[in-house]
């Protein structure tokens, strides 16, 4: 029997590396790999189906579980991972000396699904009192206007959403004064440009990170990966085999980092990095599987119901094959 032949489409990631390489292989699998960053991967993904096997944004996936129109599995390899405290940018001439203070403010944000947002929300709520319903939103394309929604949405009334102008994008207006921050998952391109108008919201965002994960032993969590169903419906070993794969590839990968007698990243300081997130965090900071992360989604379905995102409450089951929902041991 000759192995399936799946499209994946993942970001090019270091953990993601022994996969797309070869160098670690799938149970059954002769796969095709795209390189994709993730708003083309989530948004052919979510618009279109195209891949059979993609990484996918958290919130995108919860949102169309609920709604129950998910064309794709849950696997729990979760292939992208942030602190989002680095995801708040202010300007510096609107009275915002702490985060209290984006009560009554206008910030944009890329959509307001995205999980970077929803996270980012939830810390300001729940740390600092500020509720979604506090601020004006205004969504749009970070560096090019006309950015919407990639899942259409229905909110709370009492969240107010404004679409920024079709010709404006969040920088700009941001640079302009037109919105008073911005809050997503990359740095727009003003503050990377060193412009001194634009700032971080917390001045020292890792302390802000590194306290919030003392309090929680939450380390967020951006991205699963999908399987198309219709496949996993034909093939139901495939999940777990897809599980098992993405875990060497992770363990190759930190292998490597961890090997300092030349180091793999291009970076000073990566040995004290390391040692600083294992102290932290302990060894397997990066973990894959539901064991260890059940906390961490379960807070953030929590939350993306709160934000009026998920039409129902959901469980951690009801996103991933059952299958990958324990491993076996030996």
Known sequence: MSNLRLSIAIGDYDRNRPLIDGAVLIDGVDPVFMKLVPEEIFFRAFRHAEFDVCEASLSSFALKTAQGTNPYVGVPAFVSRAFRHTGIFIRNDRGIDSPRDLKGKRIGCPEYQLTACVWIRALLEEDYGVKPSDVTW?????????????????????????????????????????????????????????????????????????????????????????????????????????????????????????????????????????????????????????????????????????????????????????????????
Request: hydrophobic share 40%; glycine share 6%; net charge neutral.
């Open 138 to 330: 205004v969504r749009g394309g970070i560096e090019q206007p006309g950015r919407a929604e990639k899942i259409l949405v229905e909110l709370p009334a009492d969240i107010r959403v404004e679409q920024a102008p079709c010709d404006r994008s969040l920088n700009q207006m941001l640079v302009d004064g037109d919105i008073d921050g911005f809050i997503g998952p990359r740095s727009p391109s003003s503050f990377d440009a060193g412009d001194s108008r634009v700032i971080r919201l917390f001045p020292d965002p890792t302390a802000a990170a590194a306290d919030y994960y003392k309090r929680t032993k939450i380390f967020p969590i951006m991205h699963v990966i999908g399987v198309r169903r219709t496949i996993v419906e034909a093939h139901p070993w495939l999940p777990a085999a897809l599980l098992k794969a993405f875990e060497r590839s992770k363990a190759a990968a930190l292998t490597k980092l961890g090997d300092t007698s030349a180091t793999k990243v291009t970076l000073p300081f990566v040995e004290e990095q390391l040692q600083a997130a294992r102290a932290l965090m302990g060894t397997d900071f990066w973990s894959y599987g539901i064991g260890s992360n059940r906390h961490v989604l379960e807070a953030f379905l929590k939350a993306h119901h709160s934000q009026g995102l998920s039409s129902q409450p959901l469980k951690v089951e009801d996103l991933f094959h059952a299958s990958t929902l324990e491993v076996f041991k030996i």
